[in-house]
């Protein structure tokens, strides 16, 4: 469907084929929003390539802003630590995002829709009234977000090992319990608990046991994506 103002286009390469110029054509404010990694971030940075310009150019602002969704595993951690270190200002929302959407100097917004048979839909906006409405929804949310900078890293999946010395924090057992359950030598044991400390950003066992809890309910009573 196509309009002088909107145009529906189908999946990743009709969106770089028909609107990567406008990502590229961007010269003050870039925005995007987005629940995680998978929305935006093959297309706009195969646009970004076949201009052959990079994301941030002089007096440019660039600002990214995802779903807790998007801190899920330390990978996508790690993939946003990177977008935030090339330049780009990055925050997470506490709660679901209004719409996925990117907003191009404050002249085009791009509204991600749901998949149809698999393949996502995108619908360029050029109406002024629609645009500045999906750029105010940005802005209150981004007022309200936090910086990546200020979110702590999810925790590595956990082993059945792990498993095992978080039950045995939990439950306040000693060391030398600790050991012998898991069948390990006192010395192994406290390396481990150790380990896991760190990976857990734990200070001290006491810490440990109460983050042990909290990780081991939410593994039995998953709260479900947000």
Not at 108 to 121: D, N, Q, S, Y
Not at 149 to 169: E, Y
Not at 170 to 191: C, M, N, P, Q
């Amino acid at each position: 469907m196509s309009t002088d103002r909107i145009i529906t286009l189908h999946g990743e390469r009709e969106l770089v084929q028909r609107a990567g110029h406008l990502f590229v054509a961007s010269r003050e404010e870039f925005l995007v929003a987005a629940a995680d990694l998978a929305t935006w971030s093959a297309g706009v940075n195969a646009a970004f390539r076949e201009g052959k310009r990079p994301h941030v150019l002089p007096g440019l602002t660039m600002r990214k802003l995802y779903s807790r969704r998007a801190l899920a595993d330390p990978e996508q951690h790690r993939r946003l630590r990177r977008i935030a270190a090339s330049g780009i200002e990055v925050r997470i929302s506490d709660g679901p995002l209004a719409r996925e959407a990117i907003v191009i100097d404050r002249r085009t917004a791009i509204l991600a829709g749901a998949p149809v048979r698999g393949v996502l839909t995108y619908t360029v906006v050029h109406a002024p009234e629609v645009v500045d409405g999906v750029r105010s929804l940005f802005r209150a949310t981004w007022e309200t977000a936090t910086d990546l900078a200020d979110c702590a890293a999810p925790p590595p999946p956990l082993t059945d090992q792990a498993r095992h010395i978080l039950r045995t924090l939990a439950a306040g057992h000693t060391d030398e319990t600790g050991a012998r359950l898991l069948g390990v030598s006192l010395r192994t044991y406290r390396r481990r608990v150790a380990d896991l400390m760190t990976a857990l950003g734990a200070t001290s066992r006491f810490q440990a046991g109460l983050l042990a809890r909290g990780l081991l309910e939410e593994e039995v009573n998953p709260a479900g994506p947000r």
